[in-house]
C-alpha cells in the first residue's frame, strides 16, 4: 500500500528551464509535505515543506504547490542547473500520521547543460 | 558542522556477524528516526524515539533488530545475526518537535554490506 507516489521515475530537462516533479498522496492524514534530494551514496537533504494550511511555498529556484483537493503536490525548480542532477523524492508526514515521514519512490532529475 | 553524524559510514559483514551504527543528532533535537533504504527506493521508516522513549516500530524491525537512545542524544541500531536482505543504506534523522511540524533532517547514511 503505497500512501505516496511519484509516478515518474525520471526527468531530463534542459539547463536554464523549469523542472516540475509531481507526487500524489492517499492519506487525508498527511498535513505535512516535505521535498528532499538525494546524490548517490548520501543520505536525503531536506529541500523545503509545505503545511496543509497552505497552498504554495516557495523559496528561491524552488516552489512547491499543494492541491489538497486533489491530495497532489508538486515541485518546480527554475532554472534548473546541471548541479540540480539527483534523486528527488517526496514525503508525507502528520501528526495523527505518526509525525513520521513517508517517502515516494523518487524521481531522478538529469539536467543537461 | 552541527547536522546529524553516523558511524560507520560503511561496513561489509560477514553472515550471521552482528553489527551495530550510531547515530548523533543535531544536539537540540528530541526525536530520532532510523529508516532504511535499499536501491532505487525511497527511505523506509524503521522506528523513532522521543528523547528516550521508542514510541513506534515498523513491523519491518524484525526481533533482531533493536535500537536504543539511552540518555535521549545518540542512538544506536543493532542487527544481530546479519542475513544477506539486510544489505541496504541505514540512515538517521533528527527533528526538533515543538507543537508544530518540522523538517526532519537526515545524516549521510551508514551502508551495509552481507556477504
Known amino acids: 500500500d503505497q500512501q505516496v507516489k511519484q509516478n515518474s521515475p525520471s526527468l531530463s530537462v534542459q539547463e536554464g528551464r523549469i523542472s516540475i516533479l509531481n507526487c500524489d498522496y492517499t492519506?487525508?492524514?498527511?498535513?505535512?509535505f516535505l521535498w528532499y534530494k538525494k546524490y548517490p551514496a548520501e543520505g536525503p537533504t531536506f529541500l523545503i515543506s509545505?503545511?496543509?494550511?497552505?497552498d504554495k511555498n516557495e523559496d528561491g529556484r524552488f516552489t512547491v504547490f499543494l492541491n489538497k483537493s486533489a491530495k497532489h503536490l508538486s515541485l518546480h525548480i527554475v532554472p534548473s542547473q546541471p548541479g540540480d542532477s539527483a534523486v528527488y523524492f517526496c514525503a508525507a508526514s502528520g501528526e495523527a500520521a505518526g509525525n513520521k515521514l513517508t517517502f515516494g519512490g523518487g524521481t531522478r532529475v538529469l539536467v543537461k547543460p | 558542522d552541527t547536522g546529524v553524524s553516523q558511524n560507520p559510514r560503511h561496513k561489509i559483514t560477514k553472515r550471521g556477524q552482528n553489527v551495530t551504527f550510531r547515530c548523533d543528532p543535531i544536539?537540540?533535537?528530541?526525536?530520532l528516526y532510523w529508516y532504511r533504504q535499499t536501491l532505487g527506493q525511497g527511505p523506509e521508516f524503521l522506528t523513532y524515539?522521543?528523547?528516550?522513549?521508542?514510541?513506534?516500530k515498523s513491523r519491518l524491525l524484525s526481533d533482531r533488530f533493536s535500537a536504543e537512545r539511552p540518555k535521549g542524544s545518540f542512538s544506536t541500531l543493532e542487527i544481530q545475526r546479519t542475513e544477506q536482505g539486510d544489505s541496504a543504506m541505514y540512515l538517521c534523522a533528527s527533528s526538533l518537535v515543538t507543537g508544530s511540524l518540522n523538517a526532519i533532517y537526515f545524516g549521510e547514511g551508514s551502508w551495509l554490506t552481507v556477504v
Open positions: 492519506n487525508s492524514m498527511f498535513d505535512y
Open positions: 524515539f522521543q528523547n528516550e522513549a521508542q514510541l513506534e
Open positions: 509545505i503545511s496543509s494550511i497552505k
Open positions: 544536539s537540540e533535537h528530541n526525536r
